[in-house]
């Protein structure tokens, strides 16, 4: 990083909105991109963001951008992964970094514009490395909820339902083997995250 420079900042973990919000509050400029470090702006976004630009629309205070994922050695075209669009490019001034950790989101006042060409995410190296940060999410999501009698019917329905839904209904099949591996890993999410509450609420852990 100071090979670009020498604004560099460490910062106490307080979530994911917080960090977000604190390190737009150290930028200087009114427009802000914001980008994970497993991004990065594809050839034709760069001159499409470019051109934006030049002539920019005075009513436009935030750009959303689809995110195509780079996994198991493909790129993903359907699976519910694809058009992913993640409005990343905005008006700082014109909202705040909010939402539910681990799926924070910035709440944008303003009218906001689809551009075309990909951000591109480079997400799990592999399975090992997925599934590692599907537990550090679920954990996340069952610390901000109460277990109720009903969650129980979802832990047994929500799962198979999510692996139809995005193997099936949203095209998963169509991306081979890292289709059904992610169908697979949805759904495993999904039970993760009530079985972490059932755990959380009965004092197993």
Request: charged share 30%; proline share 5%.
């Amino acid at each position: 990083c100071r090979e670009y420079t020498d604004r560099i900042f460490n910062r106490k973990w307080d979530g994911y909105a917080n960090q977000k919000n604190f390190a737009m509050q150290q930028t200087n400029n009114d427009w802000v991109l914001l980008m994970d470090s497993d991004e990065e702006l594809s050839p034709d976004l760069i001159k499409e963001i470019q051109n934006e630009f030049q002539n920019l629309p005075p009513d436009i205070c935030g750009y959303e951008m689809p995110r195509k994922v780079f996994y198991l050695g493909r790129w993903i075209n359907h699976s519910g992964w694809y058009p992913d669009y993640k409005l990343r490019l905005y008006r700082k001034s014109k909202g705040y970094m909010g939402g539910e950790d681990p799926h924070e989101t910035f709440i944008l006042e303003g009218k906001t514009k689809k551009l075309k060409n990909d951000l591109l995410h480079y997400s799990y190296r592999d399975i090992s490395e997925q599934v590692r940060t599907l537990n550090r999410y679920s954990s996340i999501f069952a610390d901000h909820r109460r277990w109720n009698p009903s969650d129980f019917f979802r832990m047994i329905i929500k799962p198979p339902v999510k692996f139809l839904e995005v193997y099936f209904a949203k095209g998963g099949i169509l991306d081979g083997f890292p289709g059904f591996a992610i169908a697979i890993m949805m759904s495993y999410f999904v039970f993760m995250k009530y079985a972490k509450i059932f755990e959380k609420q009965n004092g197993i852990k």
